[in-house]
């Protein structure tokens, strides 16, 4: 029986890749992550929604993030969310005052997630929306999307990207007015009704 000599590049396989996490409850999530909002501010919205397998089953260990700009279209420049106190290194959260724009939630055991931040105002050409960055089990690579929250058509309707989306796929990237300021938007990674991802180069 001959050996391989696997010092040579050539003869080495290649090693089989891993699927991610469920790693995230661990370090990832902390505490007040969800709540973007200054306290009180009359601009809050809360935004809601479930993440989905391909099979519509929730997954309750995936970790999403969201950022935005203020109600005014600035994005802060505020830091801040994750402040630790200096002396002892501890957490301390948010000030509960300045608008860091960015949040990161953990689902739960239902795959359900929620954050309150300020409803985004519009930058440019775009319609209002907040930035969102999903991390799941079974995820080589984390996946990028958008909510847009409805109520102006035709600054939706002139979105450039959502321009370019599909009409009959442009409702997964439109979160669901619910009433009272809250908005429902479920992440399907894959399958019928597959949330619109990003690819950024």
Excluded at 69 to 96: I, K, Q
Excluded at 108 to 137: E, I, M, Q
């Amino acid at each position: 029986m001959t050996k391989t000599d696997t010092s040579v590049p050539e003869n080495v396989l290649p090693t089989p890749s891993h699927t991610v996490g469920p790693f995230y409850g661990y370090a990832l999530p902390f505490r007040g992550g969800e709540d973007i909002a200054p306290l009180g501010h009359p601009d809050t919205v809360t935004v809601h929604g479930h993440v989905l397998d391909g099979e519509g089953r929730p997954l309750p260990d995936a970790l999403i993030e969201v950022w935005g700009p203020d109600s005014e279209g600035r994005v802060p420049a505020a830091d801040g969310s994750m402040r630790r106190d200096p002396a002892t290194g501890t957490y301390l959260g948010r000030n509960g005052v300045e608008f860091t724009g960015w949040g990161r939630v953990q689902t739960d055991a239902d795959g359900h997630w929620y954050v309150r931040t300020l409803r985004p105002g519009a930058r440019g050409r775009n319609a209002p929306y907040l930035s969102v960055c999903v991390f799941a089990r079974g995820l080589l690579v984390h996946l990028f999307t958008r909510i847009y929250l409805p109520g102006d058509d035709a600054a939706l309707a002139a979105d450039p990207l959502l321009a370019r989306v599909p009409g009959d796929r442009r409702d997964t990237l439109v979160a669901q007015d619910e009433g009272h300021g809250t908005y429902r938007f479920d992440i399907r990674l894959q399958g019928e009704g597959e949330t619109v991802f990003l690819e950024y180069k």
